[in-house]
């Protein structure tokens, strides 16, 4: 409304323009023969590209009309037979708006969907909105084919629902995933929520998808030492770059150690590349990896101290360096066992660590025990596993 203006006359107005906006419509069809002209499309081209040049529309005006203009763009696309698209296609490679966007070919057929799922397929697709936009992809989505022999990871948005309703996106779509290889959860910044969504996550693949693997654990692809890179999707396989200088190894595992019949809780990891004397620390820490880099309830006492580098510098951990010395947090945790020297393992070795029912560290190699620390943990506490890469190019693979 103009400053001063009288409401009445710019309702009058806007009534107005309403109405010739009705013009557009297909009921206006008798006033011309041409097809074009009988939905008033001669009219909005002329239309839309003037309005855009007029100063006295505001900034917010213009985003809002963009932002609507392409909601109706995409329902055209939505509902589009082989020759509307292929206009569609021809239409906006020609325009200069799509110049300052890469395009993609994609060809029809469910193969042409290969390289978007790659290797490893996400949900966040899914949470964005394309079987909105696209209805060839929501029935992609939910055909058992597009995720064959595929691992499947699902974050924390996918089921923040959970809590609210006892069901969630995730859910619904795992009897779409029964031939997946594997279904894992991501690190949550709620641990409280990621507990009720392993829970759901189990049952429910029970009875949805059987024969499908889910993971208890994997390393966190979002907080890990920067010299460290996980290759694969399940983020079991952990690399470190060899730069010269030490540290920058730290991994920890997404979720809490699963407790076994018999009241242990463990976890292993195979040295697949281990170079002579390259050393590495292991051990377990009560806190998930959001609370140590990303908050969480934490967070307060997490920025009080120095960023997080090596495996000793986690909060609430018990940690088993490579000279045998326990260290950790809590006070008066310093107990070494001579017996442990993590320098005399190498490549191929599998090396496990154990969390027995009250509480102490156990070390074995191959089966064989090699070290037991008195841990003190406490057995209602949820522990996640530790990994310490210190030095060197060692390649390990988590069994959790």
């Avoid at 929520?193 to 949805?208: F, G, H, N, V």
């Avoid at 770059?241 to 030490?246: E, L, N, P, R």
């Avoid at 991994?251 to 050393?279: D, I, K």
């Amino acid at each position: 409304m103009a400053e001063g203006e009288d409401p009445t006359v710019t309702w009058a107005r806007s009534l107005k323009l309403h109405a010739a906006v009705d013009a557009f419509s297909p009921g206006a069809a008798h006033r011309s023969s041409d097809s074009r002209s009988q939905l008033g499309l001669d009219t909005l081209v002329a239309v839309l590209p003037a309005l855009l040049q007029q100063p006295q529309l505001k900034a917010q005006h213009r985003a809002s009309l963009a932002m609507r203009l392409r909601r109706l763009l995409h329902e055209c696309i939505s509902i589009g037979d082989g020759p509307s698209l292929r206009a569609w296609d021809t239409a906006l490679a020609e325009s200069t708006a799509a110049t300052a966007v890469p395009r993609a070919s994609i060809p029809e057929g469910h193969s042409a969907w290969g390289p978007v799922f790659g290797f490893l397929a996400f949900l966040e697709v899914l949470e964005s909105g394309l079987p909105a936009v696209s209805r060839s992809f929501a029935r992609l989505a939910f055909n058992a084919a597009t995720w064959e022999g595929h691992d499947v990871t699902f974050h924390e948005v996918h089921f923040r629902d959970l809590a609210r309703t006892g069901w969630c996106r995730a859910l619904s779509l795992l009897p779409s995933i029964d031939r997946a290889r594997s279904v894992r959860l991501a690190s949550f910044s709620d641990g409280a929520i990621r507990r009720k969504a392993a829970t759901a996550l189990l049952e429910a693949c029970r009875e949805a998808c059987p024969q499908v693997a889910v993971l208890p654990c994997s390393f966190c692809e979002e907080h890990h030492g920067e010299k460290v890179t996980l290759p694969t999707p399940r983020c079991l396989r952990a690399e470190r770059q060899s730069h010269g200088s030490k540290g920058g190894g730290l991994l920890l595992g997404t979720g809490p150690l699963r407790r076994h019949s018999n009241g242990t809780r463990s976890f292993a990891v195979e040295l697949e590349v281990l170079s002579a004397g390259e050393r590495l620390d292991i051990g377990v820490t009560a806190q998930a990896p959001h609370d140590h880099w990303g908050g969480g309830e934490f967070a307060l006492a997490r920025r009080a101290r120095p960023q997080v580098a090596y495996a000793e510098d986690l909060l609430s951990s018990w940690i088993v360096e490579s000279s045998g010395l326990l260290v950790g947090s809590h006070a008066g945790l310093r107990i070494r066992d001579e017996r442990w020297n993590a320098r005399n393992l190498m490549a191929g070795d599998i090396l496990r660590l154990t969390v027995t029912e009250v509480g102490e560290i156990v070390l074995d190699v191959n089966g064989d025990l090699r070290a037991q620390w008195r841990a003190q943990i406490p057995a209602e506490t949820p522990i996640f596993p530790v990994v310490d890469l210190f030095e060197g190019a060692p390649v390990i693979r988590l069994f959790p």
